[in-house]
């Protein structure tokens, strides 16, 4: 009883400030696509280093057969994701401690509409299982390029 008073504590001051942003990314995005990284238009693996350093960055890449723009979360239900990712990933750690939507749009400072929404697109690539753990080894480091080719 005592650790899940501590716990319910520290979950009450665990904001967004605390997460990083490119972890929660590659987090979904190792949800999502696992360790491949396809064009979402024809299925054609993303094979450069230069395409897959923009993927995992969700930056956009080309597809060479389709000529489709598209980044990580293209074709998935996070493609029209307009909050942070670590926002999300908060939301879906909430909902792992059993909040409701109400409790967690308070602490996130979002509507409940906007909680309930991300809760069922996370229920769409199972999130609600649990989230994986960031593996740095997974994606590349972030470049300056903007788009390139597969």
């Known amino acids: 009883m005592k650790n899940s008073r501590l716990f319910s504590e520290i979950s009450r001051h665990l904001t967004e400030c605390l997460l990083d942003e490119p972890a929660a990314v590659k987090c979904f995005l190792q949800a999502m696509h696992g360790y491949e990284a396809k064009c979402p238009g024809c299925g054609m693996a993303v094979t450069s280093s230069r395409a897959l350093e923009s993927f ?3 930056r956009r890449v080309s597809c060479r057969r389709c ?11 996070l493609q029209n994701l307009k909050i942070s990712a670590r926002k999300l990933y908060l939301i879906v750690f909430y909902t792992g401690l059993g909040l409701s939507p ?8 979002l509507q409940v509409s906007t909680v309930q929404v991300w809760v069922e697109k996370a229920k769409e690539i ?3 299982e649990g989230l994986p753990s960031p593996d740095a080894s997974a994606a590349l480091e972030p470049s300056s390029r903007r788009g390139v080719n597969v």
């Open 56 to 58: 995992w960055a969700l």
């Open 67 to 77: 000529n489709k723009l598209f980044s990580g979360f293209s074709g998935t239900p």
């Open 102 to 109: 109400k409790e967690i749009s308070d602490r996130l400072d």
């Open 126 to 128: 199972h999130l609600h």
